[in-house]
């Protein structure tokens, strides 16, 4: 709930999806488009919320901003400080809407992009099994993680 309620409305997780597909989101359908993200959603926001219930007392760091105030794409550089271990840096890049609003349309933990991260195995699962059935894939695994 509270990842639903504090963190979701900061992402973009169509433009995350659109991102992890490459090149095989310009031949999806709406629907499948439509589908993609909302099942990429669910297994992001799995993933992360499972990641913060390992965190406890750690510090945030925030590191200083090094653009340019009218910059529409930035990226917020933080570290994460562990007991006794080497800080994690975690690196959230954003958009502006044209709202003036700002987006997160990728993590990148330890200089692992999220998003390119599952581009490969979206890609793999595309070319064995087509849109369809990465959506199946993505489906199926969510359906696990829930325990249904």
């Known amino acids: 709930d509270l990842v ?14 659109r991102g992890a597909l490459g090149k095989y989101w310009r031949r999806a ?5 439509n589908e ?17 219930l390992n965190y406890s007392d750690q510090e945030i760091e925030y590191l200083p901003y090094r653009g340019k105030p009218g910059d529409k ?5 933080t570290r994460v400080h562990n007991n006794g271990g080497p800080p994690i840096p975690i690196n959230y890049r954003l958009y502006r809407q044209s709202n003036g609003a700002w987006k997160i349309y ?18 793999a699962e595309v070319k064995k099994h087509g849109i369809d059935g990465l959506i199946a894939t993505l489906q199926k695994h969510n359906k696990q993680q829930r325990g249904a």
């Open 106 to 123: 990728d993590v990148v933990v330890d200089g692992v992009s999220l998003v390119s991260n599952y581009r490969g195995s979206f890609s």
């Open 36 to 52: 993609i993200a909302h099942e990429f959603q669910e297994l992001l926001v799995r993933t992360y919320a499972t990641t913060l």
């Open 29 to 33: 359908t709406e629907k499948q488009k």
């Open 4 to 17: 639903q309620q504090k963190v979701l409305p900061h992402f973009d997780f169509r433009i995350m999806s």
């Open 73 to 77: 794409r930035v990226t917020v550089s």
